[in-house]
């Protein structure tokens, strides 16, 4: 969901992506309202699922958003109550333990509330506890690094050593994200409940040429998005969606870059046949969909669904989803 917020701020004014050109519209646009109630929890069911070489990763979970005013138009706090993670089909028992461990990790971010900044039209500003989710995310990732020998102990020593290094790999990529970064991973569910009071023409789509760092990595991704808002013709619901592509080359970039850190951290580079597993190209293809209700301007569900195809083959496929439920 990084991408549709990226392309909400963007949008909204307050945030920059990269490098971006638009083409014109020439109908005005219609901004989306935003009047939630306050003080009131409002609270999400929220599902993601991957699919690689038949075997389903899920991530459920149960959201729950309450808004204040404040000074700088209203303070959001969201807060997770419930998550858990499984697997189903071809290999999900091989990775049993580290279902488990990514259980525990989710336990420990359980009603810890992130308190984000909204101006007036709902927009992100920015995340007010950043700091102190930092320092959450380091420990709970350096605690599980630390404990590989209890928590994975059904594995082999060597097995040990490599989920163990292929951890502190992962801790240290947390550690080295600037703070755009971070905040872009930890708002990402949040974003699905959120339209940062856009204004779009109703009815035609905007395009837009995108360049952007990718996160985890140094390589800079070309993506080509159009995003669009349709109103039903009484005025109780607004349907913003969008489509996006990424450059395959760009894309092959930067997953051999990522694979081949982790393959050093692991004491794996150089491993005979570890390079001739880069796909060459690996193309990308996005669509999101939010569905809003008007007046208020509260998203009652949102859609997410990302393929990877690498060299010509459908390579892995996500999901996630969020529906309102009060």
Known sequence: MSLFGDILALLGGQRTTGSAGAAAVAAPAMPLPFDPPLGTPIRYAYQSQRQRRGMVQTTSSREEMTLFRSDT????????????????????????????????????????PLLIDLDPAGDVLGLANLAEWR????????????????????????????????????ARQYD?????????????????????GIALPVGQC?????????????????????????????????????????DPGDMARLAQQQAERLLESAGSAGTPGSAAAFPQRLAFRERTQQ?????????????????????GRRHRVEERRIRREN
Request: glycine share 8%; with cysteine.
């Open 73 to 112: 138009g209203y303070r959001l706090q969201w807060v997770t109550r419930a998550a858990n993670h499984a697997a189903t089909g071809p290999g999900s028992a091989d990775i049993g333990m580290l279902l488990q461990a990514m259980n525990r990790l989710a336990a420990g971010t359980l009603d810890r």
């Open 135 to 170: 320092a959450i995310s380091a420990d709970l990732v350096a605690g599980l690094a630390e404990a590989v020998d209890e928590q994975f102990s059904g594995l082999p020593a060597a097995g040990r050593a490599q989920v163990a290094a292929m951890l502190a790999a992962v």
């Open 176 to 196: 080295e994200q600037d703070d755009e970064q971070r905040e872009n991973d930890l708002l990402e569910i949040a974003m699905m409940a959120l339209h940062c």
């Open 206 to 246: 905007l395009e837009l040429d995108i360049a952007k760092p990718a996160r985890w990595g140094d390589e800079l991704v070309s993506q080509r998005v159009a995003i669009g808002m349709d109103r039903n013709p009484s005025g109780t619901w607004a349907r913003v969606h969008m489509t996006a592509s990424a």
């Open 291 to 311: 569905l809003i209700a008007l007046p208020g301007g509260l998203v009652q569900r949102a859609s997410w669904h990302r393929e990877i195809i690498a060299d």
